[in-house]
Structures are given as C-alpha cells and as structure tokens.
C-alpha cells in the first residue's frame, strides 16, 4: 500500500521545517558505517513539536489500521522507534512493548520488553529504515521470541533497493508515510535545495555505499 503523495509530501514538509532532516550536498554528512552521505535524518526531533507528533501518530494509526487491520500490538525498536511506538499504541488502544539490539546482560535479560505474547500478531514501528538491516534483526528478535510480526511502518525510509530486497527476502510488508523521493520534491518546491544539486543527491540514492569516495 502507498500513503498519499498529500500524506507524504506533509511529512516532508514538517522533517524540513524542524530540521529533522537536514540536506547538504556539497558538505555530506559521515554515517556511523563510514558511509558519506547528503542527508541526515533525526526524526526524534519531531518528538518536540507536538503538532508534528500528533501527525505523525495519527497517520502511522491510519497506516496499521489500513494495512494490517488484524494487529494485536505494537512494538517499537530501541530506541528511536519506542517513542512513536508508543503514540500509534496509545492512539489504537492496543498493547505495547520494545525490542532491543541484544539481550540485557543483567536483571531477567530479557531482549523483548512488556507483555507480549507467544503468537501475538505484532505491527513494529521504526522512525527510519536506512538498510533494513537492524530493523530486519528486531523483526528476527520478536520472530524468535514467538511473535507473530505481521509488518513493519516507519516515519521515513530512504528507498534504497536493497532495503527492498532485504524485506522481500524476509516476508515482512513494509510502509513509510515518507520517503526520499518525495522529500526532494518537496525539498526543490520549498528551495531547500537547488535544481543543480538535484544530480547529487540522486546519485547518491543509486549507489550511497561509494558515494563521495
């Protein structure tokens, strides 16, 4: 399912206006991998501006309502997942619970907190998907533990092929109220970024591991 271009373009709209997202063509950010990259993407940021939290829950509600109408709870990924996990929960009336990276290492060392349960039909939710990697290793996690992950919705997605890939490989259906090529546009329309550093930032999509190399 897709989310409306007037859905999406929203969400750019306000990623932009809190500088939740910042683009930089010509001065790229490095990415924790070592990856360079012309964008970078905070979306816990929208966290303090309660008119664009209140949009984002209430069209990532719509979005689990619409797409994974049989959802008996939501987990959120740690740690920038929790929170607009959290909010689409609460917003449902449904359960809610996180999943960590690995295994506390003290206490009941537990990976999956709250009271899911084994067989429970899981919707997780992510602030963004880069690679799908660690958002694939969460959905694992909950999978292992016995949940029944039904998808997966994010904030924002950069749209990379094998991100993709990655979730087809792994059966789970994913959605995004936004994605890279509508923040652009909107980026463009609201001269964020110019029509000359269009070629850039399209380049980098393509192939963002030798980017900038």
């Not at 209430?58 to 996990?85: D, H, Q, R």
């Not at 959290?86 to 709250?114: I, N, T, W």
């Amino acid at each position: 399912m897709e989310v409306s271009k007037t859905v999406s373009a929203k969400i750019a709209e306000y990623l932009l206006q809190i500088n939740a997202i910042k683009l930089q063509p010509e001065n790229p950010f490095t990415w924790a991998s070592g990856w360079k990259s012309p964008i970078y993407s905070d979306n816990r940021l929208s966290l303090s501006h309660p008119e664009v939290r209140n949009f984002i829950k209430k069209e990532l509600a719509k979005l689990v309502i619409e797409k994974f109408p049989s959802a008996e709870a939501i987990v959120g990924v740690a740690t920038a997942g929790i929170a607009p996990g959290v909010l689409v929960a609460d917003e449902l009336k449904l359960p809610f619970g996180y999943v960590r990276s690995e295994a506390k290492k003290h206490g009941m060392g537990k990976q999956v907190e709250g009271d899911i349960r084994n067989g429970q039909k899981i919707v997780v939710i992510e602030d963004l998907v880069s690679t799908g990697k660690s958002s694939l290793q969460a959905v694992q996690s909950l999978r292992d533990f016995g949940a029944d992950v039904i998808g997966m919705a994010s904030i924002f997605t950069y749209g990379f092929d094998e991100a993709l890939q990655t979730f087809a490989n792994a059966s789970c259906t994913y959605v995004s109220l936004c994605n890279y090529d509508e923040l652009i546009k909107v980026a463009v329309e609201n001269n964020t970024v110019k029509e000359n550093q269009i070629q850039l930032l399209n380049e980098w999509r393509k192939s963002p591991s030798i980017w900038g190399q």
